[in-house]
């Protein structure tokens, strides 16, 4: 099974940065060549798929993200990061990191809050 860990959450003033890590591991789970993305979720909504990476680092992000987040992943360790810079309210939810096909069991998630 694996497990899928985010950090890096907190609440910073619109405009400000974070950086969110995912840690992934388990047995069998192949990191290294497949799609990973960060997905963001507020309450009464889906959990929407804001940043992706392909196993050849490829990138495709939201709209609502283009040009401010940086998705990346290190296969030797297994994580995936999210540089997050010049930040909204509405970027404001639970970011959850997962394998864009196929997902595993979804971790805790990091709570980011963006006040104005």
């Known amino acids: 099974q694996v497990q899928l860990v985010e950090s890096g959450g907190g609440l910073v003033q619109a405009g400000g940065s974070l950086r969110l890590s995912c840690a992934a591991s388990?047995?069998?789970?192949?990191?290294?060549?497949?799609?990973m993305g960060w997905f963001r979720q507020v309450p009464g909504k889906q959990r929407d798929l804001v940043a992706q990476i392909t196993s050849a680092r490829s990138t495709d992000y939201a709209d609502s993200v283009q040009g401010r987040f940086t998705i990346s992943r290190d296969n030797a360790r297994a994580m995936v990061y999210l540089q997050m810079n010049s930040l909204k309210p509405e970027d404001t939810g639970v970011y959850y990191c997962?394998?864009?096909?196929?997902?595993?069991?979804w971790g805790q998630g990091t709570l980011v809050t963006v006040s104005s």
């Open positions: 388990g047995s069998s789970f192949r990191f290294s060549v497949r799609t």
């Open positions: 997962n394998f864009v096909r196929d997902p595993e069991v």
